[in-house]
């Protein structure tokens, strides 16, 4: 089985000629101290003579200043126009053939405001494609993760749905219809897309309402944003645990924004 190494570790001298070794110390250090050593391969960029080995260097630039800078700490981005606050756990890049892999855990991560406890991002074929901005594409993401039953019913509460839900004593959610006087106590799960949902008990206008008269069809999840694909997400406890499978997905980066960024420790951007 293949394995994650740590930027931390991994020596740029296996991917650049050993004499050039920036990294004998704190890679941070020789960032701040040298930046010509930043600078030169971004010269390199804009006078077309990029090598095949460009990008290794800057995947190691980005995953060991990032997680030297941030790495137990709270790390703040904005990707793809989304606002990001989480604390960084680890972050991990491995090469792949001519593609990377990169590994990612995050805790207390706020995303638009909404909260998730954690969650594990896999990113498979990843390419950075050197130019201003630099360019970076991934074959497919794999989200594994952790929210709270709380933190999911006041999401769904704030869409436009016919019920309100609030999460009951017994650990299941409590919906009741908007405008009739429906009340059910219900538990969902979601595999392959494909929502079910499981009605435990129900009531009209406060009379319980025979199990064998409820019929709650699966429904599927179509048109979900970015092509998303939700593998699963089932009710444990408190929490739901979920894994969310994306696509191909592209965004773009200012190796000069993220070079500030890391040094002075503020928000990340990848467009």
């Not at 101290?33 to 080995?53: F, I, K, R």
């Amino acid at each position: 089985m293949a394995t994650y190494f740590d930027p931390k570790s991994w020596s740029p001298s296996r991917a650049v000629d050993a004499g050039k070794r920036l990294f004998d110390q704190s890679w941070l250090e020789q960032w701040v101290a040298l930046s010509s050593a930043w600078l030169d391969p971004v010269a390199d960029l804009g006078s077309g003579t990029v090598t095949a080995l460009l990008p290794d260097v800057l995947m190691t630039m980005l995953s060991e200043g990032i997680s030297s800078r941030f790495g137990g700490q709270q790390v703040s981005a904005t990707v793809l126009g989304h606002d990001l606050r989480a604390t960084l756990q680890v972050l991990k890049v491995r090469r792949r053939g001519a593609h990377f892999q990169t590994k990612t855990v995050l805790s207390r991560l706020r995303w638009d405001d909404h909260p998730i406890e954690a969650v594990t991002v896999i990113a498979h074929g990843v390419r950075l494609i050197p130019g201003v901005p630099t360019k970076v594409r991934a074959g497919q993401l794999d989200l594994d993760g952790t929210v709270t039953v709380a933190a999911l019913v006041g999401w769904l509460n704030t869409q436009p749905l016919d019920w309100t839900l609030d999460l009951h004593a017994t650990g299941f959610i409590l919906a009741r219809h908007r405008r009739r006087a429906v009340t059910a106590l219900v538990e969902a799960s979601v595999t392959d897309n494909r929502l079910d949902i499981a009605v435990r008990r129900a009531s009209w206008f406060g009379v319980r309402i025979p199990r064998r008269m409820i019929n709650a069809p699966a429904v599927a999840l179509e048109r979900l944003p970015n092509g998303a694909r939700i593998a699963h997400a089932v009710h444990e406890g408190e929490s739901i645990r979920f894994r969310i499978e994306l696509p191909e997905i592209t965004g773009s980066f200012d190796l000069a924004q993220i070079r500030s960024a890391i040094l002075a420790g503020t928000t990340l951007i990848v467009f």
